[in-house]
T-cell receptor, first 109, second 116 residues
Framework: EDKVVQSPLSLVVHEGDTVTLNCSYE??????LLWYKQEKKAPTFLFML????IEKKSGRLSSILDKKELFSILNITATQTGDSAVYLC?????????FGAGTQVVVTP | KAGVTQTPRYLIKTRGQQVTLSCSPI?????VSWYQQTPGQGLQFLFE???????NKGNFPGRFSGRQFSNSRSEMNVSTLELGDSALYLC???????????????FGPGTRLTVT
């Protein structure tokens, strides 16, 4: 059965801290790993990873995929209160996204 | 470019009724997927449409159905509503073509369905 597991489920950090979010997956016909940020609305796209070992960066966020060990990490450096959200990872197999439960990140001032 | 739009944004129905939700994808996107999000189950895949054909289906009962029109707009229908169908229904569109590479999926704002 396909599954995506995220850890931790939640964390609280102070502004300026660095956070690392984990995502492991077992998905049939895996093709890509996606990260989304969800505040109190629809998920917004962050990254899509298809190749192992190639880091993708966008500002203070970065992500990398390990297709051998079947996991991905999302890093957020110099966190800000605006980073408070649920971060979702999803493994894609032929167009179908299998989502993890998400990691709730709370950044305190 | 306009994003994915969904209508209505909020809906209240009673058990046993049926409901139709609508989704207009980003211009140029021909793949539309539907997801259900609940606090208990998280985000779950319902189905995907491409060129008016259902290409992929999740593990939901037959009460959940959908279709796609020639302009790529999509509708999903839930018949004989149950209390457990209360959820946020999200649609996502992408450039994914048949047998092609992966593309990111962009989500619409969702339709919040409440079944009483």
């Amino acid at each position: 059965e396909d599954k995506v597991v995220q850890s931790p489920l939640s964390l609280v950090v102070h502004e300026g801290d660095t956070v690392t979010l984990n995502c492991s997956y077992e998905v049939t016909n895996f093709r890509s790993l996606l990260w989304y940020k969800q505040e109190k609305k629809a998920p917004t796209f962050l990254f899509m990873l298809t190749s192992s070992g190639i880091e993708k960066k966008s500002g203070r966020l970065s992500s990398i995929l390990d297709k051998k060990e079947l996991f991905s990490i999302l890093n957020i450096t110099a966190t800000q209160t605006g980073d408070s959200a649920v971060y979702l990872c999803a493994a894609e197999g032929w167009g179908k996204l299998q989502f993890g439960a998400g990691t709730q990140v709370v950044v305190t001032p | 470019k306009a994003g994915v739009t969904q209508t209505p944004r909020y809906l209240i129905k009673t058990r046993g009724q049926q409901v139709t939700l609508s989704c207009s994808p980003i211009s140029g996107h021909r793949s539309v997927s539907w997801y259900q999000q609940t606090p208990g189950q998280g985000l779950q895949f319902l189905f995907e449409y491409f060129s008016e054909t259902q290409r992929n289906k999740g593990n939901f009962p037959g009460r959940f159905s959908g279709r796609q029109f020639s302009n790529s707009r999509s509708e999903m229908n839930v018949s004989t509503l149950e209390l457990g169908d209360s959820a946020l229904y999200l649609c996502a569109s992408s450039l994914r073509a048949s047998g092609g590479p992966s593309y990111e999926q962009y989500f619409g704002p969702g339709t919040r369905l409440t079944v009483t």
